[in-house]
């Protein structure tokens, strides 16, 4: 069992900066593939980043690439998503999520995220 819980959301200027962490729980954070998602108000929930359990392969969201960089601390069960130039469109709700153990597939393919997060808003003005 893996609970997430999402922290460093809020309000920012566009082309600003933030940095979203996820708590693990339990021992076997190290054995999973983490992602983040999003939920802008009316859409569906999107794939932003992804990191495998190895640390040693991300991918982003096309929209993200160059700006988000995702990133891992299996000894403290944590992931980041540093986020900057933000933009109004990065407006959504961010929710991270694990999967696996040791799923090695496709990172944008949420039906295999088998926890998530509750959720942490991020709002960026123009």
């Known amino acids: 069992q893996v609970q997430l819980v999402e922290s460093g959301g809020g309000l920012v200027q566009a082309g600003g900066s933030l940095r979203l962490s996820c708590a693990a729980s339990?021992?076997?954070?190290?054995?999973?593939?983490m992602g983040w998602f999003r939920q802008a108000p009316g859409k569906e929930r999107d794939f932003v980043a992804g990191?495998?359990?190895?640390?040693?392969?991300?991918d982003y969201a096309d929209s993200v690439k160059g700006r988000f960089t995702i990133s891992r601390d299996n000894a403290n069960n944590l992931v980041y998503l540093q986020m900057n130039s933000l933009k109004p469109e990065d407006t959504a709700v961010y929710y991270c999520?694990?999967?696996?153990?040791?799923?090695?597939?496709?990172?944008?393919?949420?039906?295999?995220?088998?926890?998530w997060g509750q959720g942490t808003q991020v709002t960026v003005s123009s």
């Open positions: 339990g021992r076997t954070f190290s054995t999973y593939t």
């Open positions: 999520a694990g999967a696996g153990p040791y799923y090695s597939g496709g990172y944008d393919r949420e039906y295999r995220y088998n926890y």
């Open positions: 990191i495998r359990w190895s640390g040693d392969s991300t």
